[in-house]
Structure formats: structure tokens, C-alpha cells
């Protein structure tokens, strides 16, 4: 009765013509956007740096001039061998800033890992199984939200004598989880009562199947883009911790150290030992909130070319 | 269709009720409930299409995804080929799941947008071992062709696809399955006239190769006159009138059918039709009316009708809830 089932004859097999993969469909909105591009060259240039810090910076970062080459260049202004001038110390700071990336990278890049392996589980859970479950991890989530939570971050970070820059990304992590996973929730709330997970269900697929195969792919979009988005937010953090004096010890080269350590010479127009780092934070910070911004346009599926 | 009762009915809904809670206040205390779907009782025959008509909130695909127990009703019983769908939700029985299928209203929402043709098609035959992964391809490029589809475009994403054509490759998933009925939750209303036609066709086609039983729900009683073979009419909530569909068409018992088979619009001007145009708004489903939910627009209103309810009652085949026939 039912002969669906593929004429075995000697039928040549039929050609898939290939679809525009929605990879490259997306790559071709966000090339389209002007900023994003720009956010995306200036990312690029900063993972750039952070790699290559051992080739492109011209000295070590926490070499001494000042006590091992010339004296004179203790707080030395910017000059043509050393582009962004000279530290108290004498250290070049162009190569502190170039070092100071990577360590801004690697406290943004585990912060939101562990952001992520908190937040999206939490939100897939709250969202998908809803009732008590969510009332739990939403409760949880305001409470965090209402905290002011630098002060936990700096709480958990003191009670270390010298803490590590893993303990502060994973302080950050602990209260930045919220934000990915109000995201999460929301995207799961509202993708679990679409019709095509409803369609999923009527076809008998496992809920494994509907939560990997038909949600989070769908999810997924809005949560790069928070992550992306968050990644300006925890290096503004990271370098607020270390200027407070938690987070990165000296002598790293840390932007957020360096500002601090340089301060209070801005006065006295020494400027530019606060400076450089400063329109570093800066330049990182505008870098991920335009390529957040592209993504999130060039991210949309439904949105038509 | 074979007449008589001996043969059993394939799908039995028995006092059906959804009742969804209205949450109001910070403590969400109940306030009251939406009576979605109120009491509906009727069975579809092995091989029959019956037509579900009613305006739209009458609670339509309430029952559509009841009956596939997409929804877990308040109160009563659907069963399937003499089992209770129940079974479903507690051991999610996949053979019965099999069985029974849905088409969806909205051919962009009912198709998962990152995932192509092939993989929405196969997913689940292939998860039920329906067909092996070996097979699948040449399985997939069957069924795309039998909905009308070309095999070529299967790695094709939604997005790249019309809406008619979207609307294929929801029936081509549900085909996929081998059902044996299918709920068509308004199938065509999201789709332009011209391809409306085509697409019912297909279902038609369909419904004889693989001897299909459907659930046809729609609120365009033209569409409901083409596909079935019997036509149940909802009013908030209630089933008013079930009858084959010349006795219905033709004579019309219940006051709410009549009304809505005068608004057809008809193709020759100079045919004579007293057309019967309802006072007023359909009531909420949260204060249904008292007695005959129908009282407060039914132009043929007797006192009794605001006191009690009609139950349906059947007059050889031809049921009705309407005091007007005793
Ligand atoms: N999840 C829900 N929560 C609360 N009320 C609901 C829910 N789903 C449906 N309803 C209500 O139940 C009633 C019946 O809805 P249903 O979708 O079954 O109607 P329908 O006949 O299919 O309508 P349409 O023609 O618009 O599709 C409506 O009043 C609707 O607002
Ligand atoms: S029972 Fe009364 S109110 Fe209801 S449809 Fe019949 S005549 Fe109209
Ligand atoms: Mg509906």
C-alpha cells in the first residue's frame, strides 16, 4: 500500500544543487556593513598584537632602561625609538601596550568561557523546563543583577593575598554569567513554543534532539553577540580591577595597571605613560562593541538580503 | 467510504476540555480560565476527511494538537485506533506518534530556519529507523517528489524557498512518516489564493495514493466544501453541528451554520440567497453565555435557549445542538 520508499532501479542518483550556506550568506551581510568591517579589522589587530607581542615589540616590556641603559630615560616623552615614551622605570611603554593586550585577551576570552559554561546552561534550563526551575535561576539572576557586583568580585578576589589572574576571570565569570543567561532564557522561552519545535515534538524527536538540533542553533546568534558584546565590558573590568589594585600585579603590563601606575604624572604633563593604555581600552573596547553590532545584523536569518 | 458502523472510528475524542488559566496579580493567583476547547465530543472515520470550521479563537488547533497530545487537555479522552493518546506524553510511544501527523498554518515558522530540506525531511525517519542513513537520500528525493518538490533543491535552505513551496516541504516531512491521519491545521490560509488550489490538490492526490485520513481544520468554509467528507462546525468552544457535507451545504440545521454558509460569497450575482448577518461579536471564551452559547447572536433565540444547553443530538448522521429540532 504504502510504496514511498526509493525506486531501487537503475535511476542515476539525483544531484543536490548546493544551498547558499547561511555561513556564507551572513558573511556576505556583515561585509556589506561598513563598521562592522572596521570592528572586525580592529580585533583582528588587536589578537594580532596580542600574538605577536614577543616580535613586535621593539624592547622587553619589563626591561629597566631607566637603571640599565640611560637614565635620561626615566619618563622620557615619545620618540622616535620609543614611539610612546618611557615609564618611570624607563620601560618602553609601545611594548607594554602591545604585551598588555594579550593580557587583556586572555582575562576577556576565559572570562566569557566561563560566563558562557555558567550562563547558557542555566538560561537553556530555565527556559526550557520553565515552573520551578526558572523561578529558581531567575531569582538567582535578579539577585546577582541587584548586587553591585564589583563589590563581590573584589570580595572574592581579596580574600587572597595575591590573586591570580584566573581567580579574576573567574570572579568576573561568576557575576557575568546573568546577562547570557537572561539572554538564553528569553531565546528559549520564546524558540519552545515555536511552531517548527512543535512540529519537532509531533515527529517524536527526543527532547535532546529538539534542544541541539532545533533550538540552540537558533539561539545561538543572540548569544555570540551578548558574549561579543560582553567581551568590551570585562576587559573595561579587568582594567578597573587591576587600576584598584586587585586583579593584575605589577610589574605585568596590564592597561589597567598602567593608567594607574601613571596617574598621577598626567598633572605634570607627563601624560603619556596613562594615556597609550588608556585609548588601548578604548580602541578594544569600540572593536568588539562594532563587530557585537555586525554580527548581531548579519546574524539574522530571517532578515532578507 | 464504506458506510456502517461496525467499522471502528480511527480517532475518538470523547468530552475533550482545555481550560487555560488566566494568572493575574504578583502571587499569579487564578482569576479565571479561557474554556478554549468546552466539552467536544465526535470521531473520524478510517479514510474520511472531516472539516473543522469555526472563526477564529473557537479553539480550532486547540483540538488539532489535543488530539496529538501536543496539548495535554483539561478533561476527556482522545483515543487512536482504539488507543489512548495518553500514552504519548508518559512513555512518548513512537509507533502511535508515527501514525499521526500535523500540518501547520504557517509555512515560515513551521520550518526550522537552520536546518535545509534534506535534514527537515529525513530527521525523523531516520531517528524512528523508518529508513537506514544508507537509504536516506534516495528516500528523501522520493518524497520531494511526490509533494511536488525538486530533489535537486534539497540542500537548499527555507529561507531560499516561496511560501507554497515551504508549505511542500511541511507535508513532505509529515509524509515522510507514513502516517495514517493527519491533522491539516488551516493549510492554506497562509498562502496566496492562487496557489491555495494547488496545494489542496496535492493533499487530495496525497490522501488517495497513501489512503490518508485528515483532519482538515480551516475557517473558509470553500476550502472545507472541496476537501471533505463530513463537516464539524465549532462555535467558543462547543461543537454545534457535524453532517456529510451535502446535508450540510444543502441543509444546514443550525442557526450559526446557516449564517455562515450564506456569507460564502457566490460566483453568480443573480442567484437569490437571503444572506443571514450576525448581530453583534463573537462572546469571550472566559464568560461563555449561559444556556445556548450561541443565544446572544442566534437570530431564531427562544427564552428556553438562555436557560438551558443544548446537547448535540443525532438525526440520522446529521448532528446538531439547537433546541429548534426539539
Ligand atoms: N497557550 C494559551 N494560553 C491561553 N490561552 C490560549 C492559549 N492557546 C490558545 N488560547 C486561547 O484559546 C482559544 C482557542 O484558541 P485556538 O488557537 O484553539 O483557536 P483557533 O480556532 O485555532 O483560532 P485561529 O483561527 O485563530 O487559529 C483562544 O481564545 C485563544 O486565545
Ligand atoms: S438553541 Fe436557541 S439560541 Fe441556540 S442556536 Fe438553537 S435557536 Fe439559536
Ligand atoms: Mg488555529
Redesign the pocket.
Known amino acids: 500500500m504504502r510504496a514511498i520508499a526509493a525506486d531501487k532501479g537503475m535511476k542515476p542518483p539525483v544531484r543536490a544543487e548546493a544551498g547558499d550556506s547561511l555561513i556564507k550568506e551572513a558573511w556576505i551581510r556583515f561585509r556589506r556593513n561598513k563598521l562592522a568591517m572596521i570592528g572586525l579589522f580592529m580585533t583582528f589587530s588587536i589578537i594580532f598584537a596580542a600574538i605577536f607581542a614577543g616580535a613586535l615589540a621593539p624592547y622587553d616590556p619589563k626591561a629597566q632602561l631607566a637603571f640599565t641603559v640611560d637614565p635620561a630615560l626615566k619618563l622620557a616623552a615619545p620618540s622616535v625609538q620609543h614611539p610612546m615614551g618611557n615609564d618611570l622605570y624607563g620601560r618602553d611603554i609601545l611594548s607594554r601596550v602591545l604585551y598588555g593586550a594579550r593580557i587583556s585577551l586572555e582575562i576577556g576570552i576565559f572570562a566569557t568561557l566561563v560566563t558562557i559554561m555558567i550562563g547558557v546552561p542555566l538560561g537553556a534550563i530555565a527556559g526550557y523546563m520553565g515552573g520551578i526551575w526558572d523561578d529558581l535561576i531567575s531569582w538567582l539572576v535578579n539577585v546577582i543583577f541587584a548586587f553591585p557586583f564589583i563589590l563581590f568580585v573584589l570580595a572574592v578576589v581579596s580574600v587572597f593575598r595575591n590573586p591570580s589572574l584566573y581567580l579574576v576571570f573567574v570572579a568576573i565569570g561568576l557575576v557575568n554569567w546573568v546577562a547570557l543567561c537572561r539572554i538564553t532564557r528569553g531565546q528559549f522561552i520564546s524558540l519552545r513554543g515555536s511552531e517548527f519545535v512543535e512540529a519537532a515534538r509531533a515527529l517524536g524527536l527526543p527532547t535532546w534532539k529538539i534542544i541541539f538540533r532545533h533550538i540552540l542553533p537558533n539561539a545561538i546568534a543572540p548569544i555570540i553577540v551578548q558574549a561579543t558584546l560582553g567581551m568590551g565590558g570585562i576587559i573595561t573590568l579587568e582594567a578597573g580591577l587591576a587600576y584598584l589594585g586587585f586583579g593584575a600585579q605589577p610589574p605585568t603590563p596590564s592597561w589597567g595597571l598602567m593608567i594607574s601606575e601613571g596617574q598621577q604624572y598626567i598633572a605634570r604633563g607627563q601624560w603619556w605613560w596613562s594615556m597609550f593604555p588608556g585609548i588601548a581600552i578604548m580602541y578594544t573596547v569600540l572593536a568588539f562593541n562594532f563587530l557585537g553590532d555586525g554580527l548581531r545584523d548579519a546574524l539574522d536569518v530571517r532578515q532578507k538580503r | 467510504m464504506t458506510e456502517g458502523n461496525s467499522e471502528r472510528h480511527l480517532v475518538d475524542v470523547l468530552h475533550l476540555k482545555k481550560y487555560?488559566p488566566i494568572k493575574r496579580g504578583i502571587l499569579r493567583r487564578t482569576a479565571g480560565y479561557?474554556k478554549?476547547v468546552n466539552d467536544v465530543t465526535f470521531q473520524i472515520r478510517r479514510g474520511e476527511t472531516l472539516g473543522l470550521v469555526?472563526e477564529?479563537?473557537?479553539?480550532?488547533?486547540?483540538i488539532g494538537r489535543s488530539i496529538l497530545r501536543l496539548i495535554v487537555p483539561s478533561a476527556g479522552t482522545v483515543a487512536f485506533d482504539g488507543a489512548d493518546v495518553e500514552a504519548l506524553q508518559k512513555s512518548d510511544d513512537a509507533a502511535l506518534r508515527r501514525r499521526m501527523q500535523i500540518i501547520f498554518q504557517d509555512p515560515y515558522g513551521s520550518l526550522n530556519p537552520r536546518m535545509n530540506v534534506s535534514d527537515i525531511i529525513g530527521e525523523a525517519p531516520l531517528y524512528h529507523r523508518l529508513v537506514s542513513k544508507a537509504e536516506l537520500d534516495d528516500y528523501v528525493v522520493s518524497i520531494m517528489e511526490k509533494v511536488g518538490l525538486r530533489p535537486e533543491s534539497r540542500a537548499k535552505y527555507p529561507h531560499e524557498f516561496s511560501g507554497g513551496q515551504r508549505q511542500r516541504i511541511g507535508i513532505a516531512r509529515v509524509l515522510a512518516m507514513k502516517p495514517e491521519f493527519v491533522v491539516c491545521d488551516?493549510p492554506v490560509s497562509a498562502l496566496d489564493v492562487s496557489i491555495q488550489s494547488q496545494v489542496l490538490n496535492l493533499l487530495a492526490d496525497l490522501r488517495s495514493e497513501f489512503s490518508l485520513t485528515y483532519l482538515f481544520i480551516s475557517?473558509d468554509l470553500s476550502v472545507v466544501k472541496h476537501i471533505s467528507d463530513r463537516v464539524a462546525v465549532l462555535y467558543l468552544g462547543k461543537m454545534v453541528e457535524i453532517a456529510p457535507k451535502a446535508d450540510f451545504f444543502s441543509q444546514p440545521m443550525h442557526p450559526y451554520s446557516q449564517a455562515l454558509i450564506s456569507a460564502i460569497p457566490v460566483p453568480d450575482p443573480d442567484a437569490t440567497k437571503n444572506r443571514v448577518i450576525l448581530e453583534g461579536d463573537v462572546p469571550s471564551?472566559i464568560n461563555p453565555p449561559d444556556g445556548c452559547i450561541f443565544s446572544t447572536r442566534c437570530p431564531k433565540a427562544m427564552d428556553r435557549c438562555k436557560a438551558e444547553e443544548p446537547i448535540l443530538v443525532d438525526r440520522g448522521g446529521h448532528e446538531t445542538a439547537c433546541f429548534l429540532y426539539g
Not at chain 2, 56 to 62: F, L, M, R
Open positions: 487555560y479561557v478554549a469555526g477564529s479563537g473557537c479553539g480550532k488547533t486547540t488551516e475557517h471564551p
